[in-house]
């Protein structure tokens, strides 16, 4: 059973930066998966918000984080780095995998198998 734990979330005020990262048990070739967060904010569906394939060649943003947010991986984990922080980025964030190899990232969260328990960042104004 694939398990996802992130970590790195906290409280910043606006205009700074958290790093997140994504660590991933119970699955063997890390690589062969693409990976995605995602986030949800009170009172609002889960939405996308990064994603890279499984080479990590590729990655995709939300408008919304274009140019602040930065996606990435290595052998081990995920990381989503977010600089210039607002308070709309306030939220939980989540890291996702599906359970197919060598696919790029989605923006559908259905077609994510696995997630994690998410990780509370928020933002002060």
């Known amino acids: 059973q694939v398990q996802l734990a992130e970590s790195g979330g906290g409280l910043v005020q606006a205009g700074g930066s958290l790093r997140l990262s994504c660590a991933a048990s119970?699955?063997?070739?890390?690589?062969?998966?693409?990976m995605a967060w995602f986030r949800q904010a009170p009172g609002k569906e889960r939405e996308f918000v990064a994603g890279i394939n499984w080479s990590g060649g590729t990655t995709g943003y939300a408008d919304s984080v274009k140019g602040r947010f930065t996606i990435s991986r290595d052998n081990a984990k995920v990381y989503l780095q977010m600089n210039s922080l607002k308070h709309e980025d306030t939220a939980v964030y989540y890291c996702?995998?599906?359970?197919?190899?060598?696919?790029?990232?989605?923006?559908?969260?259905?077609?994510?198998?696995?997630w994690g328990q998410g990780t509370q960042v928020t933002v002060s104004s």
């Open positions: 119970g699955r063997t070739f890390f690589n062969s998966y693409a």
């Open positions: 996702a995998t599906s359970r197919i190899s060598y696919t790029s990232w989605r923006q559908d969260e259905n077609w994510y198998d696995y």
